[in-house]
């Protein structure tokens, strides 16, 4: 699956953090996000306020680390200043990423150091909280973008699912999921297999079910799991109830998967 061209990451930054902004202006500041049950309206516009200003420091500075940022104090506790915050912090992250070059070295948290990589994990940050605001504000969520949310299938699976750390192993099995999104024609092939390591940090060992996505295998899917791209991403991201997913081949094949995106993304 080929990535989105970095202006149609911008423009998606852009519009998704418009309608964040948009959605969350009239709503209460106590009102509960469901799809984050320790939250409030405020703490989420806190929330992204807080990441969006993060990464513009970054793509502004290139620090070696994110402790060189100085202490940017607490968040607001009025709602009024929350969006305020959340003005300045979005308009702070596209002018530095639109001054950027996507292929420069940035410190990001992934094994992918760079501006690109920044730039199409917002996009993806805006777009889902967006789903959070609608939530919150109105209780459904509006429609989603085909290509980005194509591009959101593949990224939520291939970042935020099968990131393997440094000290981890990935033991693939002979058995493949072919995630097929009807709308946009587009595929993400996903195989099966166990994630094992010991996390150096505080001693877990882990041993359990993953996934990883790779090229078209040439081989048949043990299963195929279909839906349009805004249905399956949101889905995959437990903002959507995914009523709409057809489900076929072995149902084991898909439990295992299930296990693997059931776990919190950290």
Same mark, same amino acid.
């Not at 620090?63 to 202490?71: A, G, I, N, T, V």
């Not at 305020?84 to 150091?113: C, N, Y």
């Given at each position: 699956?080929? !990535? ?11 519009? *998704?953090?418009?309608? @964040? ?13 469901? =799809?984050?049950?320790?939250? =409030? +309206? ?10 969006? +200003?993060?990464? $513009? ?23 009024? /200043?929350?969006?305020? $915050? ?16 996507? %292929?420069?070295? %940035? ?15 917002? +996009? ?29 299938? *593949? ?13 981890? *192993? @990935? ?14 024609? *587009? ?7 166990? @994630?094992? #390591? =010991? ?27 279909? %839906? ?6 949101? !889905?995959?991201? !437990?903002?959507? /109830?995914? /009523?709409?997913?057809?489900?076929? #081949? ?8 299930? !296990? ?7």
């Amino acid at each position: 699956m080929s !990535r989105l061209s970095a202006s149609q990451y911008l423009s998606a930054i852009e519009s *998704e953090s418009g309608r @964040f902004r948009e959605v969350l202006a009239d709503a209460d500041p106590h009102a509960p996000v469901p =799809t984050c049950p320790a939250w =409030t +309206a405020l703490d989420l516009a806190n929330h992204l306020a807080e990441t969006q +200003a993060h990464w $513009a420091w970054i793509v502004a500075n290139r620090p070696k680390s994110p402790e060189e940022r100085p202490d940017s104090g607490a968040s607001p506790t009025s709602y009024a /200043d929350a969006l305020t $915050a959340f003005d300045e912090a979005s308009s702070g992250l596209v002018a530095a990423l639109r001054d950027a070059d996507p %292929a420069d070295p %940035a410190w990001t948290w992934s094994k992918e150091q760079t501006v690109g990589f920044i730039l199409r994990r917002q +996009a993806h940050e805006a777009l889902i909280h967006r789903l959070d605001a609608e939530l919150a504000a109105v209780g459904k969520i509006g429609e989603l973008d085909p290509a980005l949310a194509s591009d959101g299938v *593949e990224e939520v699976l291939d970042v935020m699912f099968d990131g393997l750390p440094e000290w981890g *192993e @990935f033991s693939p099995l002979p058995h493949y999921i072919r995630v097929e999104l009807t709308d946009t024609g *587009e595929d993400v092939w996903v195989q099966l297999g166990r @994630f094992s #390591g =010991t996390d150096p940090s505080d001693g877990t060992h882990y041993d359990e079910d993953d996934i990883h996505v790779v090229a078209d295998p040439g081989v048949d899917a043990d299963a195929v799991i279909s %839906a349009p791209a805004g249905v399956m991403d949101a !889905r995959l991201w !437990r903002r959507g /109830d995914g /009523d709409s997913i057809h489900l076929a #081949g072995d149902l084991l094949i898909v439990d295992h998967f299930r !296990r693997v995106i059931h776990q919190p993304i950290n």
